[in-house]
């Protein structure tokens, strides 16, 4: 069974940076797609990042690019998202993902973590 856990979240202010990290147990991490989603209060969870098993290929939604990148170590079962130029509208509920392929929509991972909070204040 695959467990994912989030941690790195915490408040920062706008123009800060936060690195995220997802650690991941289980035999099947580094043949599995990883993807970063997040959450605001009153909103859908919509897709951040995600990156392929090897870590050769990676997507990232409009509002993060250039600003944030998604990385993976296979070797530590661990997958990261480095923030940089924070923005309050950044602020969410920040959620790791794991697949079979890489993809933008939820309902292709079936197994998330827990989720750790990111605010960015103005």
């Known amino acids: 069974q695959v467990r994912l856990a989030e941690s790195g979240g915490g408040l920062v202010q706008a123009g800060g940076s936060l690195r995220l990290s997802c650690a991941a147990s289980?035999?099947?991490?580094?043949?599995?797609?990883m993807s970063w989603f997040r959450q605001a209060p009153g909103k859908e969870r919509e897709f951040v990042a995600s990156i392929s098993w090897r870590g050769g290929s990676t997507d990232y939604t409009e509002a993060v690019k250039g600003r944030f990148t998604i990385s993976r170590d296979n070797a530590k079962n661990t997958l990261y998202l480095q923030m940089n130029s924070l923005k309050p509208e950044d602020t969410a509920v920040y959620y790791c993902a794991q697949g079979s392929s890489a993809s933008a929509y939820a309902r292709s991972y079936a197994a998330w973590g827990q989720g750790t909070q990111v605010t960015v204040s103005s």
């Open positions: 289980g035999r099947t991490f580094s043949s599995a797609a």
